[in-house]
Structure formats: C-alpha cells, structure tokens
C-alpha cells in the first residue's frame, strides 16, 4: 500500500529543519555556492573554458574535480602536504559527478574535434566538524545546477564567437541526474543478558548493529564501519563505498539504499527552491 502523501504542515516542518541543518548561499558569478552542513562548510565552484577536446573523444566536453583541504578547516591536515581524506573526497566526488555521466558531456561540444567545453569543479573545504563528504557532494550539486556557460554562435566551419551574458542568456548545464552522498556510521553494540540455565545462573551475550546517519566527529572515529552512497532522487545508485571490516547483511544494505534515496530526494526539492530563489534575484531567465 502507497503510504498517505505528508500533509502541508508536515512540508514545512520538515523544509525548517533541513534548512537549520543545511544552509546554502550564492556567490555573485553563477557557479560559485557554499554549502554548510552543521559547522562542516564547503565553497563549490565552476568555471568553464573552450579548449581541443581528446582525440578518441572528439564529441564530448571535459570535467575535472579538484579538492582543495588545508589546515584551515582542521588542525589535522597538514600544510605544504596531500593528504588521504584529501585524495579520497577528490575520488568520491569525481566517481558521483564525472563518472557516473551526471553532466551530459556530448552537450559540451561546440566543434567537433575543434572546440568542447572544459568544466572545472573545484572545492574549496572552509571547515571540517565531519560529514564533509556529504556537504561537499551537495555544494558541488548545488553548484552545477546554479552554473551558466556563455551562449556560443558556430560560423562557418571553425569560427566560433561567444556571447556576453547581456547579449545572450548564459545557458545551463545539461545534467542526466543530480547524485547527492549519503554517509551511514555502523557499530557493533555487545549486550549481555543474565539468565537461569540448566547449570545455575548464566550470562548469555548478544551483537546489535546500531546504523547512524550524517556521523561526524567522535562518532566518525568510533564506527567499526561507514557506508557512502551516492545516489539519485530516482533511487539510481552512483557510487557505494563501505569502508571497515564490519560485515553488512543485504537487508542492512537495502535499508540504507531506502534511507538514502528519501534523503536524495527531499535534498533535490530543497536545493530546486534555493536555486530558484536566487535565479531570480539575479534577473536570471529560468529554463
């Protein structure tokens, strides 16, 4: 049975909370969006060049995500030094947005094999109190949807001019889906049970996994086990990275699939309204 749609109140209810959890501001050039999730902040940006595409991909534009942390947003990462949460994020943000073909590449051509669009994604990690993984998927979504490449006219064969935005309305992204990243913390809880046996009093003990969702700080540090998913609204799964050597059953699995892909969702209508918000604000035509 279809459960009941949530009534009006519910709605707001919900859209107050995750906008005390989450918050998401613009910059002045479209593209530019930090994204705070408690007091874990992310800046997201993107910037696009005309550039020669590869020759075995001569109808396709380029994307590369580059992360940037440095001892500004932790006293644990070190200056000068790359570090492994550093490489980490820049994988996992590069398998959700690059290659999991979120961004429509063949929509970035300008020329065959002459002039393709190369997009850059950089995130910058202003301050890191945990769940950064899942703030910065969500300031690199939120920047993708906000950006506007400038409007192009091909003359002739090869001649290519560009349009100012106050000429020709910038054009957005052509996106096949927007994956969000959901983190699940897992712990093996040992309880003890006393009890009356055949030979006397007894203690008899049991395992419990306790799942915890949005981890960050000490619970980061005492999982026996984390779980990241990277997953549209339409519950299409992008990436699944277990980390830890804590086994999970199917059924644990499948329920986090069904976690994630709710939040996917409601993180969508939520970032959708900011977006538009600020479009408009902007005087930008809405498509």
Known sequence: ???????????????????????????????????????????????????????QRPFE??????????????????????SDEEISLARMLDKTFRRSDAIDREALCIVAGERVWHLHLTVHVLAD???????????????????RRPDVEVLGAREVIVHPPDSRAPVPLAMHHTPFCV??????VTE????????????????????????????????????????????????????????????VLMGAVQVAAGRAKELE?????RVREDWLQKKVEVR
């Open 61 to 82: 534009g380029l994307i590369t995500v580059h992360c940037e942390l440095s001892p500004m947003a932790s006293t644990e990462y070190e200056p000068g030094r790359q």
């Open 129 to 147: 109190s945990g769940g950064l993984l899942d703030c910065a998927s969500l300031a690199c979504a939120a920047a993708l949807r906000h950006f």
């Open 192 to 251: 003890g049970t006393a009890g009356a046996g055949a030979s006397g009093t007894g203690t008899s003990g049991g395992t419990t996994l306790r799942v915890l969702l949005d981890p960050a700080g000490l619970e980061l540090r005492l999982a026996h086990g984390m779980l990241n998913l990277a997953l549209t609204p339409q519950r299409e799964l992008a990436v699944v990275h277990k980390a830890g050597g804590l086994p999970l059953a199917p059924g």
């Open 183 to 188: 983190s699940f913390a897992f712990y093996r």
């Open 269 to 273: 209508s939520w970032l959708d309204v």
């Open 1 to 55: 049975m279809r459960p009941p749609s949530p009534s009006i109140p519910e709605k707001d209810l919900f859209f107050a909370a995750l906008d005390q959890n989450h918050s998401v501001s613009f910059g002045v050039e479209l593209g530019h969006v930090e994204c705070s999730l408690g007091k874990t902040r992310v800046l997201a940006q993107v910037d696009a060049k005309m550039v020669r595409p590869e020759p």
